[in-house]
């Protein structure tokens, strides 16, 4: 396993509510991507950050937003959840942003109802 | 924008015989392609990766090649176990940064007793 954990595990919220998962990355990594997994696809670019700046954005709308901590911890928020926010949320870390390698959380499984 | 497309979808091959699986890439300055193991429930983990300097990489039963001329890049399983059914994803990196990818839409292994 990684030393990347993420909280929580599940969740349930309603349309129109706000959401913040979080993500612990590996000792030492200062890179933080996040994911969204929804079922039987793979998992969507959301973005990233980098030393405690947003570095690079997927496809998804501003209601998609995040912070990353000075421990290199990190949240992704979103505002006004949607039904097709359902999904697993997953979140990666890597030691640079300009090296490959990253290794994933265990994810958060959001249901929106 | 940048895409990563992978075939088949479903794979269901006799234990012991091989696997392939094939995927493209659309970003010409790709050049990090990871393949990703993602049993059900569980995050992605990553089984092998090639970078673009490299044609072919191999670890034990797993291999990997890249073909960059043509864009597409190929996993191969040889003597299937159980426990290689599982979603395999494949994933090229993001032109303007090593660490954000693009997975592919995934196939789900099927390894027959």
């Known amino acids: 396993e990684t030393g990347v954990t993420q909280s929580p595990t599940h969740l349930i919220k309603t349309r129109g509510q706000q959401v913040t998962l979080r993500c612990s990355s590996q000792?030492?990594?200062?890179?933080v991507s996040w994911y969204q997994q929804a079922l039987g696809q793979g998992p969507q670019f959301i973005f990233q950050y980098y030393r405690e700046e947003e570095n690079g954005r997927g496809n998804f709308p501003p209601r998609f937003s995040g912070l990353q901590f000075p421990n290199y911890s990190s949240e992704l928020n979103v505002n006004a959840l949607e039904l097709d926010d359902s999904a697993l949320y997953l979140c990666a870390s890597s030691v640079e942003e300009w090296v490959d390698t990253q290794y994933f959380g265990p994810g958060t499984r959001l249901t929106v109802l | 924008g940048e895409n990563v497309e992978q075939h088949p979808s479903t794979l269901s091959v006799q234990e012991g015989d091989s696997a392939v699986i094939k995927c493209t890439y659309s970003?010409?300055?790709?050049?990090?392609f990871p393949w990703y193991k993602q049993e059900l429930g569980k995050r992605p983990q990553l089984i092998i990766d090639?970078?673009?300097?490299?044609g072919e990489k191999k670890d034990q039963r797993i291999a990997v090649t890249l073909n960059k001329t043509a864009k597409h890049f190929s996993l191969h399983i040889t003597e299937t176990q159980p426990e290689d059914s599982a979603v395999y994803f494949c994933a090229a990196s993001i032109s303007s940064s090593a660490s954000k990818i693009i997975f592919g839409s995934g196939t789900r292994l099927s390894i027959r007793p």
């Open positions: 000792s030492g990594h200062n890179t």
């Open positions: 970003d010409s300055a790709s050049n990090y």
């Open positions: 090639i970078r673009s300097n490299v």
